[in-house]
């Protein structure tokens, strides 16, 4: 454990605040993370010196505007390693990355008789859109089952095996699962994906500004993911797509900056990306998401993604120690990504996070978008404490003191 | 902690361990379920009419401390009521955990006060009268248990 | 031309600057207004106090940033005087929430034999999403020409109540042109089209941020409009639709946040607004929209309307007395919003913007998101000069003065 | 204002104001077009080849005065060449509005030196010469005029 990152804590100006009449111990940040003073300050610069409209302009603001978000693409490209700028198309987030997938790919590619592919584990926003499609065009959704009763055994790959037809259109899945901390085989199963003829869409939320992602060793044909979720901005997303398929894809959404020729009676469109980016984009936050990579790629994203799974590693081991509580995900001692999921018997999600709230410690309850997993663990709702970065030890320590007084409180220590 | 102990206060923890009027009502005639699926809290209202009186009220359901114990108390001052006195009872109740006010009357359903602090609980102190209300609404017939 | 108005300008801190050596004289505004100080400060402030993800959180930067996310939504219908707060749909921008509207309502709800009616000045953002659905249902979309060969004459009134006919499903018609500046009679469009039965969606971009709205009044059923076209950061805008078509549309977006039960084979959906917003949403620049909105109406929209249309008629008067300019939309003493588009018999729009950019004035060059229009005045682009509130009658004289020198740089004076 | 009369030199603005080799050409065999639709600019290549190498070439196209220059330029350029080195000429033309670098051998299209530090001017520059290398490469065939 780094102490090089307790020093990063003054770069995040929202840590520096009380809560409930302690300090700020904040661990809800696979719901959103902060982000650091070089992110704040540089939307907030490109508003006082930039600020413009970019592509169709010529003055010096519109093409400073241009420029920046320009570089945030190819900045952007080079964060997960993508062959081409063109490969990289900005979005609202994760979720718009999906949907834009869903309907710009599937709903021209998929059929009757076709199946996608998506795992138990899936983020609702890996999942609905992936519903929505097959309704639309008659395709079959079918799920890779998660193993074990806590969820403990990952993804079940010899079920995947069984389930990868020459039916199977598209595998769905997400690169580490939000709610129980798995890191799935993305490129393990990105080659299967590939042996049977089925693209893949690598739901990258909780990877992306966690360890160094290569999309071409890593084989998919989409990733995507959040600004929020590493730092940057709210409000901007990525969706890397190969540049074979995306010149193919329908655009999504029609309007100004996505067509090349418009006359009234119809339309051409432009090619990738810009194809994909009607209308004035999100330029300030596309800005600051490059901010947010130059930052995480100083400190270093493998440094960050080990300090986090090292922390929740001993979030887990202390936690299991309190009576009545059942953890998800990995057990102790396997790989498990920065966050830790748990409930107890007696105590309700609800209950706990309000109550550690009021110690100061921000933590999530709730289904975390993931009501049939939820729903298969027979667990109406789980408590999660994930970290990043900034996070310590005495994060960890402050989160199983809070348990250990609300087990008390309920008396149920 | 002085909100927190407002809001789990001692009437709340009480009926959030001890429940009352809870299972299933086997003659029930109107039945009615809400959920809050954001959180998973969800509350099924069992009433056995008598005449335009609940004559037996029950509930079902799982969710935090606060909407069981809710829950619970609401079955007891729903108990014999009306639909437009539960209506009454009901407004009296938002009333509380929306502005804190406590009711002049001293009642156990003060013991809510607490929640107006904690704005996203309000919906699981109301899950239940929110059931309980569609219920008497309902016409009477015979309910599969 | 109220002098209350130069005051503003220390408000914006990106107009101190100087652009080729001269001080920056901004008249890009229908393309992209700045942002006020308050504005700037309004993001970076959520961003380090209260940052956090929405809706599901239960500790307290979550349940501020929620109370920030829809103290924003209210304010917004305050703005435009919707019925209801669940009448306002966050959108990344008047682009998405046209294209909201084109695949969550009409999408279900046209057919073969419907009519779209759109107007021959819409912008591509209120026209392309048209002709998509159009060829997605089999409707027909139809177009309310413009008047007069320098399109002077607006909406053809006559030509509306002919095409206004029991097929018309739907009207889209802009409020205020922003190549033209022309200003469309809204609530007489919108009457007309309901007493044919037909629905309405106004494209507010240009309007919402420079006159009083108010949609009961104006008696549309979709309004949309953009943050950045008004102050507010880029990134976020609004779709508005009365409340009972909102609650009968179908999702657009897939994914978090927007649905009510999610089950492996199916799911339900959230009423509005929560249903049209899937995923994280856009918290701070929603945020900073708000601020917008209380930094313009403390200025007062009709104020800030009147003096940029002040400056509009100015800069319309000294450039007709330019040799070889044809100057498009309303004549000299007609009503117009604040901007001019023209175009010289024998200088290209292109060496327009950038030679006045030489001098410090940011145009516009191009067919302004209105190629089928700029096809039928017959030119191949325009510049156009746009004002907002901190534009002054020097910037007017600055404006004439670069292009009286382009003229004689080219030998056209 | 040093800038601006670099990108607008002397060349330029002659080569604008009397285009050489405007207009359509009666016996072309090849013909290509290309647009840059964000800002209106058109232009249609015609060529006549002698064999390999052109024989004759004109333009037709509207759009600003670095493109209207640069069209007309490129036909004096071109006139006489083969595909090869049409291609290479205008690897070196990119290069000098790319780089800014002016060519070694004393040439009229230096004057697009300038260009370089407008970006955005670019596309003008290059337009004409896109259509007239996708021109070459076509087939022969009579050409509709
Ligand atoms: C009239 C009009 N409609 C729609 C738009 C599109 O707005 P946005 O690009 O913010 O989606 C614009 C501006 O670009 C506009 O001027
Ligand atoms: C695994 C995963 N996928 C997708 C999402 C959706 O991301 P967003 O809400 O930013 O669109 C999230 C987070 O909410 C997530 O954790």
Redo the contacts between chains.
């Keep these: 454990m780094s102490s090089d990152f307790s020093n990063l804590r003054v770069d995040f100006?929202?840590l520096d605040?009380h809560?409930?009449g302690h300090p700020?111990v904040?661990l809800?940040n696979a719901?959103?993370t902060?982000?650091p003073r070089a992110?704040?300050d540089a939307?907030?610069r490109f508003?006082?010196?930039?600020?413009?409209?970019v592509?169709?302009?010529?003055?010096?603001?519109?093409?400073r505007a241009?420029d920046g978000y320009e570089a945030a693409r190819a900045r952007t490209a080079r964060f997960i390693n993508a062959a081409d700028s063109a490969e990289i198309v900005f979005t609202?987030?994760?979720?718009?990355s999906?949907?834009l997938v869903?309907?710009g790919w599937a709903r021209d590619n998929l059929k009757s008789g076709d199946v996608v592919l998506c795992t138990?584990m899936e983020?609702?926003?890996n999942?609905?859109?992936w519903?929505?499609v097959c309704?639309q065009t008659g395709a079959t959704?079918k799920?890779i089952p998660v193993l074990g009763e806590d969820a403990e055994g990952g993804l079940d790959m010899e079920a995947l095996d069984q389930l990868l037809t020459e039916q199977v259109k598209l595998v769905a899945f997400t690169h580490i699962s939000n709610t129980l901390g798995t890191i799935n085989p993305a490129a393990e199963i990105c080659a299967k994906a590939r042996a049977v003829g089925a693209l893949t869409m690598v739901d990258g939320a909780q990877s992306a500004g966690h360890e160094d992602v290569d999309v071409q060793a890593m084989g998919c044909d989409f990733y995507a993911f959040?600004g929020?979720k590493m730092a940057a901005?709210?409000?901007?997303g990525v969706l890397y797509g190969r540049r074979e398929l995306l010149d193919h894809m329908s655009?999504?959404?029609?309007?100004?900056?996505?067509?090349?020729?418009?006359?009234?009676?119809?339309?051409e469109w432009k090619p990738a990306p810009e194809r994909f980016e009607?209308?004035?984009?999100?330029?300030?936050?596309a800005v600051g998401m490059h901010a947010a990579m130059d930052y995480l790629d100083s400190v270093g994203r493998p440094k960050i993604g080990q300090h986090e799974a090292e922390l929740a590693a001993l979030a887990y081991d202390r936690l299991s120690e309190l009576p009545g509580i059942r953890l998800l995900g990995p057990r102790s001692g396997e790989p498990r990504a920065g966050l830790v999921s748990f409930a107890f018997a007696d105590?309700?999600?609800?209950?706990v996070?309000?109550?550690?709230?009021?110690d100061g410690?921000?933590?999530?309850?709730?289904?975390h978008?993931n009501?049939?997993l939820?729903?298969k663990l027979g667990?109406?709702?789980t408590t999660r404490a994930s970290f990043y970065l900034y996070n310590t030890p005495e994060d960890v320590d402050a989160l199983v003191t809070s348990m250990r007084r609300i087990l008390n409180?309920?008396?149920a220590g | 902690m002085s909100d927190l102990t407002d809001l789990y206060q001692a009437v709340i923890l009480d009926h959030n361990k001890r429940p009352r009027n809870r299972g299933k009502l086997p003659q029930a005639t109107r039945v009615a379920s809400g959920d809050n699926p954001t959180c998973g809290d969800n509350c099924t209202v069992y009433l056995k009419m008598e005449g335009e009186k609940i004559g037996e009220i029950s509930f079902e359901g799982s969710g935090c401390a606060i909407s069981q114990a809710s829950a619970s108390l609401m079955t007891t001052q729903l108990q014999g009521k009306t639909l437009a006195e539960a209506e009454s009872e009901f407004d009296e109740f938002k009333n509380i955990v929306t502005t804190g006010e406590e009711p002049a009357d001293f009642s156990e359903v003060a013991a809510f006060a607490g929640v107006h602090a904690f704005p996203a609980r309000i919906k699981c102190a109301t899950l239940s009268w929110h059931a309980a209300i569609d219920a008497l609404n309902k016409p009477d017939q015979p309910v599969e248990n």
């Design positions: 100006p929202v605040q809560v409930g700020l904040y809800d719901a959103t902060h982000k992110v704040i939307v907030a508003y006082e010196r930039d600020n413009s409209n592509h169709r302009g010529l003055h010096a603001l519109s093409m241009t609202s987030g994760t979720t718009a999906v949907n869903a309907q138990e983020h609702h926003s999942m609905v859109p519903q929505i309704q959704l799920y959040s929020h901005p709210t409000g901007i655009p999504w959404q029609g309007g100004g900056g996505m067509i090349s020729v418009v006359r009234y009676d119809a339309s009607a209308g004035t984009p999100n330029v300030a936050d105590v309700h999600a609800h209950d996070v309000t109550f550690a709230d009021q410690v921000a933590l999530r309850g709730g289904h978008c009501q049939p939820m729903h667990l109406p709702s409180f309920f008396g």
